[in-house]
């Protein structure tokens, strides 16, 4: 490119100026969050993200912790770590998440990441770089950080309902229809966030199939693998690998509720290799390449916090996430105005369609939220950020006081609020 003197900080080159993709969960939380008056004298209460950390409750299991200390006191892991991650880190997610799969998968099938974010990230831009006119299909509602690095990388994105009176399943004929021949990749997230979902073996088999017979991979981000509290159990989409080839997104930030440390994976669940000569295992690594790690002490401490977390640290987890779903689903249908059309099954999110119709005042799902945090300090997620407008995503990821108490104050402002008959 030209240096032309006062020009030369406009690096588009072409005098486009490209706003930054503006949605993002956290953004959207900030500006809600900003609404509480800090004149109420109660606590805030957090149903708007997904971080139980917070909460004493769900503190990780102590054999992580000490996995953690053992790998930085041993003072060997101060190094950089390869592109892909150590060894017996990948060794170790390779089986663990081999357990529940037909075949086995290999270490180098198993690439590390900065948490499942960064997992995202890479695949979004080993896609676009795959093909400029590239596109890929997202589910709506979905996790918008998946919106937003797509714009970053250029890479087209066409979006696919989930249907609330389906259980939120994938709408296959809207899938089809809105697919074609540069569509490279179809995502899923199962469990589901925002929707609390969890698809059957039988559905994953059908998006395998269609997946298949439109020619393009599933990105199966499973972040929320094992979070499952209802009829359906977790079975992970790479299952299917033998129908099409599944690329699986996760980390260790949700099933150990440690999402500052940062750990996630992508996993290429291929077992024909259908993939190898395609040159998107290749992408990925270059992108890995020119990324940051995973820090490496993490990294080393994965096969103990794997291997030594006990079956009943998991079991109270999911234990407390049954619960506060009943609570959610149970005193979320008293409230006027609002409708929750399934009881969440996985993951820790509810979504509930407002019926603006019965409520004064309130003109869509942002105003809700906003007057909700004013008037209550409670925070939840207005639809729109995930892509339903009118709707309103609900974490339930507290201890069951913090949850029945932010549930009563959305009760008393839906009460407030609804229309006078
Ligand atoms: C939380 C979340 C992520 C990001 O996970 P990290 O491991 O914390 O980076 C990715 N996808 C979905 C659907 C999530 O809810």
């Known amino acids: 490119m030209e240096n032309n003197g006062s020009k030369m900080w406009n690096f588009q080159g072409n005098g ?33 993200n997904g971080d139980p950390s917070v909460f004493p409750c769900f503190r990780t299991s102590i054999a992580a912790e000490d996995a953690i200390v053992d790998s930085v006191r041993s003072g060997k892991y101060n190094c950089y770590a390869p592109t892909v991650g150590i060894l017996p880190a990948r060794r ?8 529940d799969l037909p075949y086995k998968l290999s270490p180098d099938d198993v690439c590390l990441t900065i948490g499942c974010i960064q997992a995202i990230e890479v695949v979004l831009t080993a896609l676009a770089l795959s093909s400029p006119v590239a596109n890929i299909l997202l589910p709506r509602p979905g996790f918008p950080f998946y919106e937003t690095r797509a714009a970053c990388s250029n890479l087209e994105v066409r979006h696919y309902d989930l249907l609330p009176e389906k259980g939120w399943e994938v709408d296959f004929e809207a899938l089809e229809e809105i ?68 690329l699986t997104l996760g980390s260790i930030s949700k099933r150990w509720i440690v999402p ?25 690594t270059d992108c890995l390449d020119v990324t940051a790690d995973a820090p490496t002490f993490i990294q080393a401490a994965i096969p103990q916090i794997i291997e030594n977390t006990k079956e009943d640290f998991f079991f109270n987890i999911v234990e407390i996430l049954r619960g506060a779903a009943d609570i959610c689903f149970d005193r979320l249908n008293e409230i006027p105005g ?18 603006l ?38 974490t339930f990821a507290c201890d069951h006081s913090t949850l029945e108490d932010g549930l009563g104050r959305i009760k008393a402002f839906s009460q407030r609020h609804a229309k006078k008959k």
């Open 16 to 48: 486009e100026v490209k706003s930054a993709p503006a949605t993002t969960v956290r953004g959207t939380l900030t500006v809600i969050m900003k609404n509480v008056n800090k004149n109420d004298t109660r606590p805030t209460i957090p149903l708007g």
């Open 92 to 99: 170790a997610i390779a089986d663990y998440l081999s357990q």
């Open 179 to 246: 697919a074609d021949e540069n569509t490279v990749a179809m995502v899923i997230i199962n469990p589901g966030n925002p929707c609390g979902n969890v698809y059957t073996s039988q559905h994953m088999k059908k998006i395998a199939e269609t997946a298949r017979k439109l020619g393009i991979l599933v990105i199966a981000d499973e972040v929320y693998g094992h979070l499952t509290f209802a009829r359906t159990p977790f079975v992970p989409m790479g299952t299917f690998g033998s129908i099409v080839p599944v």
């Open 260 to 284: 500052g440390w940062r750990l996630g994976w992508i996993v290429t669940c291929d077992p024909n290799d259908t993939l190898k000569n395609s040159g998107i295992i290749k992408s990925i």
């Open 338 to 355: 609002i409708t929750c059309p399934s009881k969440p099954e996985g993951s820790m999110f509810v979504m509930v369609k407002l019926n």
């Open 357 to 394: 119709s019965l409520l004064d005042d309130i003109s869509d799902d942002v105003e809700f939220s906003l007057k909700l945090a004013k008037e209550e300090s409670v925070i939840v997620l207005p639809g729109v950020a995930v892509g339903l407008k009118n709707w309103v995503r609900i």
